[in-house]
Nanobody, 125 residues
Framework: QVHPVESGGGLVQAGGSLRLSCAAS???????VGWFRRAPEKEREFVAH????????YYADSVKGRFTISRDNVKNTVTLQMITLKPEDTAVYYC???????????????????WGQGTQVTVSS
């Protein structure tokens, strides 16, 4: 069992930065770890993922060049560094873990078995 827990959300002005962290009770190093977000009245959408082993990175076009996903296998965490934030980035951000993913990119939420409770990110204009 893997129980992801997100932290690091908050309120920031447009153009600012935030760093989200995902920690888990189970090993993240052998799983694909993704970040998703859900804005008010919108569907949950893929943000980024990092694959196990070679750590292949993949980003949604909307965040490419602004967000960076990375992992620390010693601390068993995955981090989402977000810069140049925009009001449209406002959402609840979720960490998701997929232990059975064998094809990438993995952008569908259905491919991830374990989800955190989410952390709110609010970007003011």
């Amino acid at each position: 069992q893997v129980h992801p827990v997100e932290s690091g959300g908050g309120l920031v002005q447009a153009g600012g930065s935030l760093r989200l962290s995902c920690a888990a009770s189970g090993a993240l190093s052998t799983a694909t770890v993704g970040w998703f977000r859900r804005a008010p009245e919108k569907e949950r959408e893929f943000v980024a993922h990092i694959r196990e082993k070679n750590g292949m990175l993949y980003y949604a076009d909307s965040v490419k060049g602004r967000f960076t996903i990375s992992r620390d296998n010693v601390k068993n965490t995955v981090t989402l560094q977000m810069i140049t934030l925009k009001p449209e980035d406002t959402a609840v951000y979720y960490c998701a873990v997929g232990t059975e993913i064998r094809r990438w990119p993995a952008t569908s939420p259905d491919r991830y078995e374990y989800w955190g409770q989410g952390t709110q990110v609010t970007v003011s204009s």
